[in-house]
């Protein structure tokens, strides 16, 4: 999720690209500096030309993040880039904190999933069980078509007025009541658009359905069972990194209560390695959910078997299958990527909102294969 209007055209770029690295295949080489192209390369050597591409991108271009790379379960590369605070001098470690935008999307998701596995919903429920008020015109919503992107529901951060409220505490409540109202995109299930509004949506729904706040479910049914104890929901929190527009400007202040269950999280490279490493069991979910957030239900370009899962975008990567989600919000880019069937795993988070992470991602992935 992103919040500034110049933040969320990055944001849904970067979006895109994403999209289309899933659907079509790997980027070409375009940044300045390429690693070299070698059919086989060892766990340590791809660590250090990763390492080196990235400390002269940090040199060079003022990259500032974190990154982890790992494969078959051992972790190749994590370490941090840049500074996390300018102002004292701190830097950007494995251990810091990142404002997720909406990589938050995924865990929402999977709390959706362990509240069907418990049997307390279904995905194919309508949403007005769940939530007080429904509009006559939500009735025909499912929780799936939420979770996809393909429900119609208005994004609330694309909507007049947005960047006037994103400094103010919003409950989900008076989140929803912004876009409540407005006028449905399409049918319900009709096509695919990107929407942070089904996603606060599936947030109320977590909480009536669970009675816990969205955080406390998370907390205890994903964090803490996963030892992720560098994740949870930011309050505005002065222990994570600074987030900066550019080389030089700190972002413009959002309050967190307003992104919520879609964008809403924070966490670690180092954090989100356990996470991923999680979906290849049945600690959370069953093998049958799992396959399901992996399924990609409607095809965004044309030739199918590519598009949004739920959370995740599904497809393939040359012919690897590949899933992979971006997210941006004030100051903060991320991109997660995952090859199944290689177990490996890219991500990145970035403390500048002006960072080409789809870039960077094509570089590590260049590496790795």
Known sequence: MSRVPGTLTRFLLLVLVTAWLVCRGPLPSIASRTPPSLASLSAQTMAAQADQYLGDLATEAGFSGAVLMARQGKILLSRGYGEADRDRHLL????????????????????????????????????????????????????????????????????????????????????????????????????????????????????????????????????????????????NAGDLAVGYRDGLAQAEFIDMSGPFAAGGLYSTVADLYRWDQALYTDQLISQTLLHEMFTPFVPIFNGGGSGPGYGWFIGKAGDRPMASHAGGINGFLSLITRYPHDHILITILSNREDANLAEIQAQLTNILF
């Open 92 to 235: 950007n470690t494995a251990q810091t904190k990142f404002r997720l935008g909406s990589l938050t999307k995924q865990f929402t998701a999977m709390a959706i999933l362990i509240l069907q596995e418990r049997g307390i919903l279904t995905v194919q429920d309508p949403i007005c069980a769940y939530l007080a008020d429904c509009p006559a015109r939500w009735q025909a919503i499912t929780i799936h078509q939420l979770l996809t992107h393909t429900a119609g529901v208005t994004d609330f951060a694309r909507l007049p007025g947005f960047r006037a409220t994103m400094g103010l505490p919003s409950s989900p409540a008076e989140t929803i009541a912004r876009f409540r109202d407005q006028p449905l995109e399409f049918l319900p299930g009709e096509k695919f658009r990107y929407s942070n509004s089904g996603y606060v949506l599936l947030g109320a729904i977590i909480e009536q359905a669970s009675g816990s706040t969205y955080e406390t479910f998370l907390q205890d049914h994903i964090f803490a069972p996963l030892q992720m104890i560098n994740s949870g929901y930011d309050h």
